[in-house]
T-cell receptor, first 113, second 115 residues
Framework: AQTVTQSQPEMSVQEAETVTLSCTYD???????LFWYKQPPSRQMILVIR??????QNATENRFSVNFQKAAKSFSLKISDSQLGDTAMYFC??????????FGTGTRLTIIP | DAGVTQSPTHLIKTRGQQVTLRCSPK?????VSWYQQALGQGPQFIFQ???????QRGNFPDRFSGHQFPNYSSELNVNALLLGDSALYLC??????????????FGPGTRLLVL
């Protein structure tokens, strides 16, 4: 079975600090795609960053970067210089080669002014 | 560039009724997937449509059905509503021909409340 686990239900950090959200997963597939989505109170699920499992280089998008450890089946998201607009639910999600997304249960991140 | 749109934004129904939710994919996208997100949970895959056919389905009963039209828009129908069907229903679109074909873009969702 393919599972996704986010072990931090809630996190909070001061504005301008750095925060890391954790995600682990289990799959027997070798080629798959990994994503972090952000869901603010407006409910819109917004793509933050994507990573291909066959790429060793970690993806970065401005203040957002990932630490992908394939052997450990770990995929964490680092947010640098956090901003108030980063307050949201964050979900890691995977396409295990079957073109559908499997989501974790989410981490509620609050940025404190 | 128009993103994914969904209608209606909110809906209230009673048990046993039927509901239809609508989705228009992002411009240039031809594949539509539907997800159910219960309160406090991550989204769960319902089914996916491509070329007007259901291509794959998640672990949802036959009360959940769908349709895709020639213009790639899609409908999700739920019959015999149960209280447990109350959730946020998300539509996502993608384009298999793109370099990032596996990336799905989501609409704002339809919040369904069953009383």
């Amino acid at each position: 079975a393919q599972t996704v686990t986010q072990s931090q239900p809630e996190m909070s950090v001061q504005e301008a600090e750095t925060v890391t959200l954790s995600c682990t997963y289990d799959t027997s597939e070798n080629n798959y795609y990994l994503f972090w989505y952000k869901q603010p109170p407006s409910r819109q699920m917004i793509l933050v960053i994507r990573q291909e499992a066959y790429k060793q280089q970690n993806a970065t998008e401005n203040r957002f970067s990932v630490n992908f450890q394939k052997a450990a089946k770990s995929f964490s998201l680092k947010i640098s210089d956090s901003q108030l607009g980063d307050t949201a639910m964050y979900f890691c999600a995977f396409d295990f080669g079957n073109e559908k997304l499997t989501f974790g249960t989410g981490t509620r991140l609050t940025i404190i002014p | 560039d128009a993103g994914v749109t969904q209608s209606p934004t909110h809906l209230i129904k009673t048990r046993g009724q039927q509901v239809t939710l609508r989705c228009s994919p992002k411009s240039g996208h031809d594949t539509v997937s539907w997800y159910q997100q219960a309160l406090g949970q991550g989204p769960q895959f319902i089914f996916q449509y491509y070329e007007e056919e259901e291509r794959q389905r998640g672990n949802f009963p036959d009360r959940f059905s769908g349709h895709q039209f020639p213009n790639y828009s899609s409908e999700l129908n739920v019959n015999a509503l149960l209280l447990g069907d109350s959730a946020l229903y998300l539509c996502a679109s993608s384009w298999p021909g793109s370099p990032t074909q596996e990336t799905q873009y989501f609409g704002p969702g339809t919040r369904l409340l069953v009383l």
